[in-house]
């Protein structure tokens, strides 16, 4: 892996371990047995480094892998993959949600990619929903669209700052990333028609399987 990538990884690792707050570009480098001058060589500052992630997180964890409904995928099934993908990378990249609206005012360029990634996540959002409508699966107006998308990029986005402050154990694992998708099927329900509720009604079902498991093994 190349010194580059090491900075990226590690950081990644220190920022989910003690904070983005907490961390100074002196610690990565100690962390990685490196001079501060060679990371410097690579990354001008800690908000070059935190850009350099989110470019990786959006390109490899949202655009490249956001679900798409196609004559192979089920419209429910692709709700469920956009939901295992943004959730999962909610949990690798969780330093970044937890302290969201100071790092985006702390770096313009990053409120900018980050305001243009989220564009395209709730346009793609907007796309599944509608295929489960077409599909008869989903009931909702129109003029109603925006606003469901909304909310579920609200919880998609938030989830993890609100579980933090309404916690004392803030230990972040999978029994987390569980409860968030199931606070998303609850929003989405209301909107499931008759002929897919046996079928959202599984789905619902399989992840509070894996939520109770998950706890099980904490």
Known sequence: MKTRDKIIQASIALFNEQG?????????????????????YH????????????????????????????PDVKPLDAIILYMDVVFQAMMKFRFFYS?????????????????????????RVSQLLLSLKKANMMEFD????????????????????FYQTQNNDVEINDSVFYQGVLKILVIIQPYISD???EEFIAARTMYRKRLEASMEQV
Request: charged residues 25%; glycine residues 2%.
């Open 20 to 40: 983005e707050r907490n961390v100074t570009t002196n610690h990565i480098a100690a962390d990685l047995g490196i001079s501060p001058g060679n990371l410097y």
């Open 43 to 70: 990354f001008r500052n800690k908000e070059d480094i935190i850009l350099s992630i989110y470019e990786e997180y959006a390109r490899n964890l949202l655009i490249e892998t956001m679900p798409e409904v196609t």
């Open 99 to 123: 302290n969201l609206p100071v790092l985006l005012a702390k770096n313009p360029l990053l409120h900018d990619k980050y305001v243009e990634v989220q564009s395209f996540i709730a346009d």
């Open 142 to 161: 129109d003029e109603d669209l925006p606003d469901i998308v909304s909310i579920l990029r609200l919880v998609n986005t938030f989830w993890l700052s």
């Open 195 to 197: 002929s897919a509720k």
